[in-house]
């Protein structure tokens, strides 16, 4: 950030606690949490899944009221002046309130009106927000018609119609790909460089909160720490390090350092893994490794995100990654082709989606398909999984023409989609129940993956919740376990950790890495973009047709120029590349 934080308080919480009560009981949301955020300043609230970060957004927006305590937004107080922060204040939810048959101008007209906005200022602010967002040619189309990314800016524009002093935005990132990021991260930036304008906002991607200019970390309704990035990264000073090796693949590096008792994160980052150290202690990282393997150790600089598996870490000293004793992948000595694309394409009446899409994905192989919002990746997925039928082309999936037997194919697949899809008025155990008996599970059999699901993925005591109430990363789980009750040969994930914070990745991941290792094929999207690192291979796709394609270190070299230094991540590497075609857009509809 170019600008300085404001020296005032925009806000100010005093020992401030709620509750919510359930079927399932009492659930302490915050317990007496205090704290100041500064004016003119950009402010990260991050933490694990059920941590307390919304119902806190929602309490300083005026929504919710503190069961004890005081909040004070720009010194008026949250109850007794609720009008009155509501006039200066903007919140955007995670599912923003768009009316999708309505069009741009129409969505920022009603929130015009709620907001009493005289008529003779409105389209001097419309020009002004639409010119910010980058929306101004989209005013007549339908917000249902609208890539991801711009749903998300003409949210955050509507957020912004009443000019707020202050913005609360409820991880406003989630489900964008990286140019939609920037762009959304630009608009924040010009907010408070320009107007400053105090923002808040929830993240589950640390290099997000790194841009901030104060971080909150919450755990648990509790405030574990408060400050700057750079204060965090002095938590985590000499424990990170970066491994590497010539022989030895990224996931067999991983495999063996995280057994390691004082080794507390391994993630592969780059060519490397990155490995952080329990503080105060001196593991060896070469146990495991032979000299043959020519093992490379070099001390890294920490970052947030290490600082925060720290600091989560120590109030859970029991546990343990999921799954640390993954198995080595299976040696095959012949590759095998389980999924082949050859020249397909879809139109939805006169709108190519996809453009003679032509890849082949091996056995065992976890194969990564990316691209802007409405690239064609959700498309795509649904084609290989016999759920759309193709307009030209062929598909073949565990060796079936999806053309002739999509069904059979189906028994063969499992799929998690990029939104929560299961029946979310249903218990943990019902949904297990009910697709355990739609794959065909019946009696002993059915009991057995039932209870495998229960205990593999730690629901044991969430069996009988309501999947609707479950936290994010605990939905994330049921959902893998439905996919996984069938034991698939093929594994489709749709941005299944859209949202989730770094814990939780960590787990889904171990997970996928042993699906792997067992020759479980996996095909997967994301926009995050350190997730690529983890995948074989990648597909970039581009308004339906390939941009690119290869290892994640052979996309990085792709991206380079001639008169370009190499992209520091996956992330600068993407953006490079889509950038790179003159006239890319993201309005194709997804």
């Known amino acids: 950030m170019t600008a300085q934080p404001g020296s005032g308080d925009a806000l100010n919480l005093q020992k401030v606690s709620k509750a919510f009560v359930s079927n399932q009981g009492k659930t302490n949301a915050l317990q007496d949490v205090s704290l100041r955020i500064r004016e003119a300043a950009v402010t990260a609230l991050v933490g694990p899944d059920g941590a307390g970060k919304t119902t806190l957004l929602r309490l300083i927006a005026g929504l919710l009221v503190p069961d004890s305590g005081a909040i004070t ?3 008026l107080d949250s109850v007794s002046n609720t009008a009155q922060i509501h006039q200066i204040t903007g919140y955007m939810p ?71 002093r202050l913005l609360l935005l409820d991880e406003p990132s989630v489900g964008v790909d990286p140019v939609s990021r920037r762009e ?56 990170s390090f970066s491994v590497s090796s010539p022989t030895l693949s990224k996931r067999q590096i991983q495999n063996r350092l995280k057994v390691q008792a004082d080794i507390i994160d391994t993630v592969i980052q780059g ?25 490379h150790i070099e001390m890294i600089e920490p970052r947030l995100e290490d600082a925060f598996i720290m600091l989560l870490l120590e109030h859970y000293p029991t546990a343990n990654p999921p799954l640390a004793r993954a198995s080595e ?17 879809r139109w939805f009446g006169s709108f190519q989606a996809v453009k003679k899409l032509s890849f082949n994905v091996q056995k065992g192989e976890i194969f990564g398909l990316l691209g802007a919002n409405g690239a064609g990746k959700t498309t795509t997925f649904r084609m290989l999984c016999g759920l759309l039928p193709t307009s030209n082309g062929q598909l073949s999936v565990a060796g079936v023409d999806l053309s002739k ?50 205990q593999q993925f730690d629901l044991q005591a969430l069996v009988d919740s309501t999947s609707i109430d479950l936290p994010l990363g605990y939905k994330q789980r049921l959902a893998l376990a439905c996919a996984l009750m069938h034991e698939p040969e093929i594994l489709f994930l749709d941005e299944p950790t859209s949202g989730i914070d770094p814990l939780a990745r960590r787990e889904f991941w171990a997970r996928i890495n042993h699906l792997a290792a067992q020759a479980v094929t996996v095909l997967v999207t994301t926009h995050f973009m350190e997730e690529a690192e983890y995948c074989d291979r990648l597909l970039i796709m581009r308004e339906g047709d390939i941009l690119a394609s290869g290892t994640p270190a052979e996309i990085k070299r792709q991206s380079q120029s001639a008169d370009q ?11 490079r590349l889509v950038e790179s075609i003159p006239d890319i857009t993201t309005e194709a509809v997804q």
């Open 73 to 75: 937004v720009f010194a």
């Open 94 to 164: 995670q599912r923003f309130g768009l009316y999708e048959d309505l069009s741009v101008h129409e969505n920022l007209t009603l929130y015009a009106d709620l907001f009493s906005i005289d008529i003779a200022e409105r389209e001097a602010r419309f020009t002004e927000l639409t010119r910010l967002t980058g929306l101004a040619k989209f005013n007549a189309r339908l917000a249902g018609q609208l890539s991801g990314g711009m749903k998300q800016k003409l949210g955050l524009a509507c957020t912004l119609v009443n000019r707020p």
């Open 184 to 239: 959304l991260w630009h608009i924040i930036e010009t907010l408070v460089n320009q107007s400053s304008t105090t923002v808040l906002l929830s993240t589950a991607y640390m290099d997000e909160a790194e841009r901030c200019s104060d971080v909150i970390l919450l755990d648990q309704g509790k405030v574990l720490k408060q400050g700057s990035p750079e204060a965090f990264h002095r938590q985590a000073d000499g424990c």
């Open 271 to 295: 060519e490397t893994v990155r490995v952080v150290i329990r503080h105060g202690t001196t593991p060896n990282l070469e146990a495991g490794f032979d000299t043959a393997e020519k093992l």
């Open 329 to 345: 992948p299976i040696a095959t000595t012949q590759r095998e082709t389980v999924i082949k694309v050859e020249s397909v394409d």
């Open 405 to 454: 037997a999509a069904a059979k194919a189906r028994a063969r697949i499992g799929y998690m989609s990029q939104k929560f899809s299961l029946y979310g008025q249903l218990s943990v155990r019902q949904n297990l129940d009910f697709f355990s008996s739609a794959y065909g599970l019946r009696n002993k059999q059915r009991m057995d993956r039932i209870n495998w699901a229960l």
């Open 565 to 575: 230094s190499p992209p520091d991540s996956m992330e600068e590497a993407f953006i």
